[in-house]
């Protein structure tokens, strides 16, 4: 266990950490939006997918349990990497705010990060941590929520932070892993934006969705 906590004291070590407890989260929510999209097709789907998923409970757990250790290696990481780099900042010059190919995504990473922590943090509070019996629940626990209209704003809004968060964490984890080639970075850049776009359409249209088809 020694070399890991010896590895995390180097920055290249913590860079790696992040991204690859990021790949995590890509893949996760690649998983989580197919599974939320099912309501674009009718309660019973998503009733449907709700009970696949939860057939599957010795693995959920499992994956519950490595999400949890991700987020926590992620955001411990994240917030020293924060810290170290704010220490290291040039102080009495000016530097211009978008120089060296700097992006809105990539300037507020940090703050974007903590608005997801808080997020998911309160995502889970109303959507997880409830009595899934009968698992129709999960669709009543959904709708309760969106019949508040401050919800959908706070949900459409998370979403949008998230994407904001993903169209620079996206590309910045296949460099750290190595996919800096001039070739394919424009592909893997690319494919970031459409996944942070894709993720801000499906999800932030969910809340006003479930409110028109299933609430007024
Ligand atoms: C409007 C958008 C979203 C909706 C409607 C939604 C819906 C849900 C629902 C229904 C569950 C419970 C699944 C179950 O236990 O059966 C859930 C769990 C979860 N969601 Fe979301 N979600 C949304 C966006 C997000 C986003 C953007 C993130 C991450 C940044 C996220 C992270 C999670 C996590 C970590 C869980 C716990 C996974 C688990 O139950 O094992 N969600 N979500």
Redesign the pocket.
Known sequence: MNWFFNMLRTSIGKKWMMALTGLGFVL??CI?LIG?LTLYAGKDLFLSY?AH??ALDPL?RV??IG?LFFAAVHVATGLTLFWQNWQARPVGYQMKKSGGGRTIGSRTMPYTGLV?LG??MV??LQ??FID?DPQAA?FQA?TDTFAFLPYIFF?TA??IV?AVHISHGFWSLFQTLGANHPKYMPAIKGLGIIFSLL?AVG??C??VYVYVRFII
Do not use: S, T
Request: no cysteine; glycine share 4%; net charge negative.
């Open positions: 996760f929510l989580h939320n709700v998923l939860h959920i994956a519950e999400l997801i997020f998911v995502h889970l959507f997880h899934h999960v959904m949900y998370a979403v998230v993720a999800f932030g969910i809340p």
